[in-house]
């Protein structure tokens, strides 16, 4: 039996916030070959998430702690949605379609997420990752995280030049 507790929330939250990345995540499948990817990550305020889309598989996020939002865009980065997910608010969690271009925000110390999607684990290309949005490690990641807390539908994020 595997647990998600209070325990393990505070273990991730611990971790994420030592991480350069400030996130870090718990595998709850035992390989990544396994064909339902299950795993809870833990993200605090300011980690960037490039937008991306993952082509043939759904993705599922449920809300265990804390406070994020959720972005989905078209293809040229436009804002098509903007989900407020909160453990303590009206909407805990939401599944995005095949394809759909996503980047997460946390708005709350301790989020963690549950995430499920189909496997086997691979690596997203490049062509995974929004052309429109810096990389991680990018001088102007941070900008890019900052405006998805203020982005609303039909907005565009700021102008990136590789």
Partial sequence: MKLIDRSLV???HAQALV???LRTHHNLHDSLDETIQRMCMA????TYIRPHRHPD?????LIISGEMLVLSFDDSGTVL???HLSAGGDTYGLETTAGTWHAVATL???TVVLEVKHGPYLPAGQQDFAHWAPPEGHARAAEVERWYRT????????????
């Fill in 108 to 110: 709350a110390p301790s």
């Fill in 10 to 12: 505070a273990s991730l």
């Fill in 19 to 21: 991480s350069p990345r």
């Fill in 57 to 61: 598989k759904w993705e599922l996020l």
């Fill in 43 to 46: 993200m605090e305020p300011g």
């Fill in 151 to 162: 982005a609303l539908a039909g907005d565009r994020p700021p102008v990136f030049a590789a």
């Fill in 81 to 83: 949605t903007r989900t």
